[in-house]
């Protein structure tokens, strides 16, 4: 990789891989919003631009960040190579979370928008372009101060109140990823992947009961569980492809976490 240009720089994902890269001595174009950049080579892309937990208030944000930028960036511009970041929440429905896997959505239903948008700008890449991959990501965490994504909330609750509020059960799970194992995985992908599809996940959930627990012991917070609360349980993402490959080996959210806390805390400024 001589070059990779990050769309979608500003972002938490983003912002990570351009300073891995540029730490590993890869030349790296950033350009930011608005700045015209179909006049010149952009080597290998990584496409990063998305939303994340707004995107059921911004749906028409939303398309136009999965779809539309997307579309313009194959049509119009010259790579090497492109990586789309798509989501592993496309197999919320889903019994089979293997990349070869049939998925389901539900058009009737306004929170499978995101997950419709994301698999258009998947399917857009497989079709125009033999030069394309996607890297679907599960919940990816870090020193992501101001994100509005579960764990970050969470943990500014217990530092910022002392008091954790949920509305999702407690036998609630989900699969989390270090942002320093997504990114590593990311660019062995965008560097010369095998396969043209990719989980990119822990392979392992964990629950409200296990995250809320640890953090209990290192905040001292108090956790309440709205009454009613849903239970929201997606399946265990398969990460088979990225283990062959690469021999990835995911760290642990729980083990994590006395880090994850710790680094919210120095940085209280970025979030209060």
Known sequence: MKLVTILGSSGFIGSHLAAKLKEQGIECFCPQRGVE??????????????????????????????????????RRCSFNSLLYLSSARIYGASSDTKETAGLNVRPIEPDNLYNISKLMGESLCFACSPKTRVARLSNVYGNDFSSDNFLSGVIRDALRSGKVALRTSLDSEKDYLSISDAVDLLIKIAAGGRERLYNVASGTNVSNRELTRRIQELTGCDVEVTPNAPRIAFPLIDIERARDEFGFKPSSVLDNMEELVSIFRRSKGAWL
């Open 37 to 74: 950049f179909t006049d010149r080579e952009l080597g290998d892309v990584i496409y990063c631009i998305g939303l994340t937990a707004d995107f059921r208030t911004r749906p028409f944000d939303t398309v136009e960040a999965h779809v539309s930028e997307l579309s313009r960036v194959l």
